[in-house]
Protein backbone atom coordinates (compact mmCIF):
# COMPACT_ATOMS: atom_id res chain seq x y z
CA UNK A 1 0.00 0.00 0.00
CA UNK A 2 1.14 3.86 -0.55
CA UNK A 3 0.38 6.76 1.32
CA UNK A 4 0.00 10.23 0.38
CA UNK A 5 0.13 12.90 3.34
CA UNK A 6 -0.20 16.39 2.31
CA UNK A 7 0.70 19.66 4.17
CA UNK A 8 1.16 23.42 3.66
CA UNK A 9 -2.34 24.73 2.93
CA UNK A 10 -4.03 26.99 4.72
CA UNK A 11 -5.72 30.76 4.22
CA UNK A 12 -3.42 33.52 2.48
CA UNK A 13 -4.18 36.80 0.78
CA UNK A 14 -3.92 37.92 -2.86
CA UNK A 15 -0.96 37.82 -4.18
CA UNK A 16 0.69 35.65 -1.24
CA UNK A 17 2.37 32.60 -1.51
CA UNK A 18 2.04 29.11 -0.22
CA UNK A 19 4.07 26.14 -0.55
CA UNK A 20 2.40 22.65 -0.41
CA UNK A 21 4.18 19.25 0.11
CA UNK A 22 3.29 15.57 -0.53
CA UNK A 23 5.47 12.57 1.57
CA UNK A 24 4.95 9.21 0.02
CA UNK A 25 5.13 6.21 2.44
CA UNK A 26 4.55 2.96 1.97
CA UNK A 27 5.30 0.22 -0.83
CA UNK A 28 7.88 2.47 -3.18
CA UNK A 29 10.38 0.46 -4.33
CA UNK A 30 11.59 3.27 -6.57
CA UNK A 31 10.06 6.58 -6.67
CA UNK A 32 11.99 8.01 -9.70
CA UNK A 33 9.55 5.65 -11.37
CA UNK A 34 6.01 7.03 -10.11
CA UNK A 35 4.21 10.46 -12.26
CA UNK A 36 3.50 12.64 -9.67
CA UNK A 37 1.16 15.80 -9.66
CA UNK A 38 -0.73 18.11 -8.31
CA UNK A 39 -5.18 18.67 -8.69
CA UNK A 40 -7.04 20.90 -7.34
CA UNK A 41 -11.10 20.75 -6.52
CA UNK A 42 -13.05 23.93 -5.92
CA UNK A 43 -16.63 23.83 -4.38
CA UNK A 44 -18.83 23.00 -6.86
CA UNK A 45 -16.40 22.16 -9.11
CA UNK A 46 -14.96 19.14 -10.82
CA UNK A 47 -11.28 18.03 -9.66
CA UNK A 48 -8.70 19.60 -12.65
CA UNK A 49 -5.37 19.24 -13.20
CA UNK A 50 -2.73 21.53 -11.94
CA UNK A 51 0.80 20.62 -12.36
CA UNK A 52 2.17 17.35 -13.51
CA UNK A 53 6.13 16.18 -13.02
CA UNK A 54 6.58 12.75 -15.46
CA UNK A 55 9.36 9.89 -15.10
CA UNK A 56 10.77 11.63 -17.35
CA UNK A 57 11.47 14.95 -16.05
CA UNK A 58 9.16 17.05 -17.92
CA UNK A 59 6.46 19.30 -16.15
CA UNK A 60 3.77 20.07 -17.16
CA UNK A 61 1.12 22.66 -16.10
CA UNK A 62 -2.25 24.21 -16.66
CA UNK A 63 -2.60 27.00 -18.66
CA UNK A 64 -4.37 28.95 -15.15
CA UNK A 65 -1.47 28.72 -13.12
CA UNK A 66 1.35 28.84 -15.77
CA UNK A 67 4.52 31.17 -14.78
CA UNK A 68 2.97 31.35 -10.98
CA UNK A 69 2.81 27.65 -9.57
CA UNK A 70 6.06 25.31 -9.86
CA UNK A 71 5.73 21.22 -8.90
CA UNK A 72 9.29 19.84 -7.98
CA UNK A 73 10.20 16.43 -6.56
CA UNK A 74 12.45 14.46 -4.37
CA UNK A 75 13.12 11.31 -5.23
CA UNK A 76 15.43 10.17 -2.24
CA UNK A 77 13.00 11.90 0.28
CA UNK A 78 9.76 10.65 -1.44
CA UNK A 79 8.12 14.26 -1.73
CA UNK A 80 6.55 16.12 -4.20
CA UNK A 81 6.21 20.08 -3.94
CA UNK A 82 4.04 22.92 -5.30
CA UNK A 83 4.98 25.94 -4.66
CA UNK A 84 2.37 28.79 -5.42
CA UNK A 85 2.76 32.13 -6.38
CA UNK A 86 0.70 35.06 -6.92
CA UNK A 87 -1.90 33.43 -5.41
CA UNK A 88 -5.41 34.31 -7.05
CA UNK A 89 -9.12 33.85 -4.73
CA UNK A 90 -9.88 31.60 -8.05
CA UNK A 91 -7.22 28.91 -6.83
CA UNK A 92 -8.76 28.68 -3.51
CA UNK A 93 -9.60 24.75 -3.62
CA UNK A 94 -8.42 21.37 -1.96
CA UNK A 95 -5.56 20.58 -3.60
CA UNK A 96 -4.49 16.93 -4.15
CA UNK A 97 -1.50 14.84 -4.10
CA UNK A 98 -1.48 12.15 -6.97
CA UNK A 99 1.19 9.47 -7.76
CA UNK A 100 1.00 7.06 -10.58
CA UNK A 101 3.04 4.15 -10.47
CA UNK A 102 5.04 2.50 -13.46
CA UNK A 103 1.66 -0.23 -13.36
CA UNK A 104 -0.80 2.02 -14.13
CA UNK A 105 -2.16 2.36 -10.58
CA UNK A 106 -3.19 5.65 -8.90
CA UNK A 107 -2.69 6.87 -5.44
CA UNK A 108 -4.07 9.90 -4.07
CA UNK A 109 -4.15 12.16 -0.74
CA UNK A 110 -6.17 13.30 1.20
CA UNK A 111 -6.25 16.86 0.29
CA UNK A 112 -5.03 19.95 1.68
CA UNK A 113 -7.50 23.29 1.57
CA UNK A 114 -6.20 26.32 0.25
CA UNK A 115 -8.05 29.55 0.57
CA UNK A 116 -6.80 32.95 -1.21
CA UNK A 117 -8.92 36.09 0.28
CA UNK A 118 -9.75 39.50 -2.03
Known amino acids: QVQLVESGGGLVQTGGSLRLSCAAS??????????VGWYRQAPGKQRELVATYTRGGTTNYADFVKGRFTISRDNAKKTVALQMNSLKPEDTAVYYCNIGAPGGRNYWGQGTPVTVSS
Open 26 to 35: GTIFRFSGYA
